[in-house]
């Protein structure tokens, strides 16, 4: 809807609001009426890692169109989704670069997509191909990062917002770092075993992210140093974690939450082709996969996961019920601490696109539905 208005309550300060937008920008907000209870307004989620979505997958297709980047955006609309980093997994560099400028030349064309395609996050080959690090990434393409690499990242996104996910381990890195930072990309660390001293070495050059923390690692870790001691030992890196109860356990889900300052966690789905679809068969890229009713995306015949088939709103529900909060106390990890990370606003404001979310709340405070006007 490009013109309309919409009353409800602010979801953290819990003040009645009316909102108007037109041309699909919040043009006024004031008080709203005071019998609102139920209905609840908040920033849309952000989700810095799509990988695909509702049966398009962004890293396969080469031949990726208009209809299909609009069909992915608005199933995840439908999730409480209104704005999402474009994300491709390890591949040769040049076949990354192609695939970003396709994407990027389609969305800057189409008003809707470039409210929703905010960004692009690279994830890979720069990586780790250590057994249980590497995750389902090909290490037979994984390298080290080179300035040309990072200067034509920078030229073919443009001014857009970039997220580069890295192994700083590999060599050069800290050079790449300084560079990305330099040139506006926002680094973040995963899919690496890199030692502590290295990665605060990492952070001084700039790094600030920790791609979907307790994944990405082996099954069996080190008890006395490992990973994750070393994230919950370095300041200055925001983690992003995977609230789908199975990426990252309850228990371990608690315990991030309590090792790290709150302001310092942010969600996301790593969403492949399958989420928001029905189980069965699955890719990214090259690479199939198995969906099941559990909605858990697994290699055939490995137990590794790959991405993820959860929704954005489910996210927020799991989390809430994994650490016995409400979905408000939650919201902000999956909403405007990734914008943080990423130097962008998402406020419910005026000048802000109208890609607020409409939460239905049953009496018990449980989240019902979360959708975009
Ligand atoms: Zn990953």
Request: aromatic letters at 6%; proline letters at 7%.
């Amino acid at each position: 809807m490009h013109h309309g208005q919409m009353c409800g309550r602010h979801f953290a300060s819990g003040q009645p609001l009316r909102l108007k937008w037109s041309d699909g920008v919040i043009s006024e907000v004031s008080a709203g009426p005071a019998d609102m209870s139920g209905t609840w307004l908040a920033p849309t989620l952000l989700d810095l890692q799509i990988n695909g979505y509702g049966g398009v997958d962004f890293q396969r297709d080469d031949h990726l169109t208009e209809a299909h980047l609009l069909s992915a955006a608005r199933q995840m609309r439908r999730d409480g989704c209104g704005r999402f980093f474009f994300t491709l997994i390890t591949d040769e560099w040049p076949k990354l670069m192609s695939r970003v400028r396709r994407a990027k030349a389609i969305r800057d064309a189409s008003p809707e997509l470039r409210t929703a395609l905010v960004g692009w996050h690279i994830e890979g080959p720069f990586l780790s191909p250590e057994v249980g690090f590497k995750g389902a990434h090909n290490p037979a393409v994984m390298r080290d990062a080179t300035e040309a690499d990072i200067r034509e990242l920078r030229a073919v996104t443009g001014c857009d917002p970039v997220l580069l996910t890295l192994a700083p381990e590999r060599g050069g890195s800290l050079e790449a770092i300084r560079l990305s930072t330099s040139l506006g990309i926002v680094v973040s660390l995963g899919h690496t075993n890199v030692s502590a001293d290295t990665m605060r070495a990492a952070v001084a050059a700039g790094a600030r992210g920790f791609t979907h923390l307790g994944n990405g690692i082996p099954q069996q870790l080190d008890r006395h140093d490992n990973i994750l001691w070393r994230v919950f030992d370095t300041p200055g890196l925001m983690p992003s974690l995977i609230p789908d109860t199975h990426h990252v356990s309850p228990l371990l889900f608690r315990h991030m939450h309590r090792a790290l300052p709150p302001e310092r966690i942010y969600y996301t789905t790593d969403a492949m082709s399958a989420a928001g679809a029905p189980p069965g068969r699955y890719t990214i890229g090259s690479i199939e996969l198995e969906v099941g009713a559990d909605q858990i995306v697994r290699q055939p015949g490995k137990p590794n996961f790959a991405g993820s088939a959860l929704k954005p709103v489910d996210g927020i529900t799991r989390a809430a019920q994994m650490l016995g909060k409400s979905w408000r106390d939650v919201w902000p990890h999956f909403s405007q601490r990734p914008a943080e990370l990423m130097g962008l606003r998402n406020e419910i404001e005026v000048g802000q696109p109208a890609d607020f979310c409409v939460v239905t709340a049953g009496a018990d405070g449980m989240l019902l539905e979360a959708q975009i006007p």
